[in-house]
Nanobody, 115 residues
């Protein structure tokens, strides 16, 4: 199984980024997908999640209204559109795939929000 994130980078406060995660080696449409992040010195936290069908999503309170998670089960990708970025959004962002006891992680992509 491979989860490969892309789209991170340096952006000014108020800017936008779109993260993508491409999955291979698993039946993607069966997995719930999530984005987590980990800032230096902090624990990893759940940012956004989407069910296998895409019918339900949930978000960390601090990103509600700014971030949108979506998935394409044909292309086997999950995306995170991040708008109105703030310095506190700076972190390494990880893609996660979960199905019952099966739990897979990508290697992460760095997002830095700074002027």
């Amino acid at each position: 199984v491979q989860l490969v994130e892309s789209g991170g980078g340096l952006v000014q406060p108020g800017g936008s980024l779109r993260l993508s995660c491409e999955a291979s080696g698993l039946t993607f449409s069966r997995y719930d997908m999530s984005w987590y992040r980990q800032a230096p010195g902090k624990e990893r936290e759940l940012v956004a999640a989407i069910t296998s069908s895409g019918g339900s999503t949930n978000y960390l309170d601090s990103v509600k209204g700014r971030f949108t998670i979506s998935r394409d089960n044909v292309k086997r990708t999950v995306s995170l559109q991040m708008n109105v970025l703030k310095p506190e959004d700076t972190a390494v962002y990880y893609c996660n795939a979960r199905l019952q006891w099966l739990d897979y992680w990508g290697r992460g992509t760095q997002v830095a929000v700074s002027s």
